[in-house]
């Protein structure tokens, strides 16, 4: 006799597709896919969209304050003290806090988009749990030079040689313009540099948007790689959310054993048995004190049905032959159940005779 097993049950090697169970634990595990890169990208775009944007409230404010400096605090007589060092310096704060925050809160909502439309609604703690794990040597040894790894330093590498190329370029083409702000007006001066500074920034940003849709890609593939499962690890998972099959089987032959023997218990109840003879045995029980029709207490097919025409004997229970409507009660009521409206007659013809043959007696 030969036996086959399949060696692959017990491969640890992961080829399969992760089961929706495991993409579930590992997102509440704070394990989502995500490109740091399109956010860093769509946040730089936004700060610098926004500079463009708000150049004027920008130039006019930073021209106020310059001139109101000045006027009030910087003129060759003023004598400096405390309180006045103090009042420049909230000045300042107060004024720089003015010019950053639309800057600011813009890349907040473009920061927060772009993190919800890559990941959705996800709030776990369990990413700052302590792990053992990360304060291994051997695996943080691993994890700087692995493929991963490389793969963030050329990305650093063409970031830097990209960006450093567009301001190179812009500069150089552009030096004329720039050295002419030497001696112009504070406005102009200011908003020649925004757009100076945002003209780098977007080709910068669509150098870095490229790179970002590329490091997507590579999150997409990581990230669905380390998902994969091995086929022994499906089957613990497909044990657990159905339970162990053998367990099952067991649980289901106690419950048949436990339905039989409360079945058999029935039986001397009953007021008729109605058998097919051989193959099928149906115990009808009435009693119109407590129910309107007859029910069926007990039923069974082949050994079963000699053990209830067995006990019905020990019982001195009546056994009538009727095979069509013994094969139908067998098929259409179950144990418990009233039998249906279509089966009262022939059923009373049944306990109709019984009765007589009890009153004979």
């Known amino acids: 006799m030969e036996f086959i097993i399949n060696l692959q049950l017990f491969s640890e090697e992961k080829t399969e597709k992760p089961t929706p169970k495991k993409r579930k634990e590992s997102r509440e595990e ?26 004027n409230f920008i130039g006019s404010s930073m021209k106020s304050f310059t001139v109101l400096l000045y006027e009030n605090y910087l003129s060759v ?19 720089m806090f003015k010019i950053v ?25 369990k990413p700052l749990k302590p792990k053992l794990s990360k304060l291994n040597p051997i695996q943080g040894f691993k994890k700087l030079f692995s493929m991963k790894s490389l793969i963030e330093l050329i990305k650093s590498i063409l970031k830097i040689i990209l960006v450093g190329f567009f301001v190179y370029r812009y500069a150089i083409n552009n030096i004329s313009t720039i050295m002419s702000l030497i001696g112009t007006e504070i406005q102009i001066s200011i908003n020649t540099i925004i757009n100076v500074t945002t003209n780098i920034a977007m080709r910068a940003g669509a150098a870095l948007i490229a790179i970002a849709i590329i490091d997507y890609l590579f999150q997409k593939y990581d990230y669905e790689k380390n998902l994969k499962m091995s086929k022994h690890e499906i089957k613990q998972e497909h044990k657990q959310t159905e339970g162990n099959p053998e367990i099952k089987s067991k649980i289901k032959e106690k419950q048949r054993q436990m339905s039989m023997s409360r079945m058999m218990q029935e039986i001397p109840k009953a007021d008729v048995i109605i058998t097919n003879p051989t193959h099928f045995a149906v115990a009808i029980i009435y009693n119109p004190k407590e129910f309107s029709a007859p029910r069926v207490v007990a039923k069974g097919q082949d050994l079963i049905a000699q053990n209830i025409k067995k006990i019905a004997g020990e019982h001195s229970i009546p056994v009538v032959e009727n095979k069509p ?29 019984v009765y007589q043959l009890n009153e004979t007696r």
């Open 30 to 55: 704070g394990q989502v896919l995500q490109s740091k890169e399109i956010n860093s990208a769509l946040v730089l775009l936004g700060a610098f969209a926004s500079l463009y944007l708000f150049s």
């Open 77 to 95: 007589n003023y004598e400096f003290s405390q309180g006045a060092i103090n009042r420049i310096y909230m000045m300042t704060i107060l004024n």
């Open 101 to 125: 925050l639309p800057i600011g809160m813009l890349c907040l909502v473009i920061g927060v988009l772009s993190s919800y439309v890559q990941v959705g609604y996800l709030f776990t703690l």
């Open 325 to 353: 409507l013994a094969r139908t009660l067998y098929s259409v009521v179950d144990i418990g159940d009233s039998i249906p409206p279509d089966l009262y007659e022939s059923v009373a013809e049944v306990l109709a005779y």
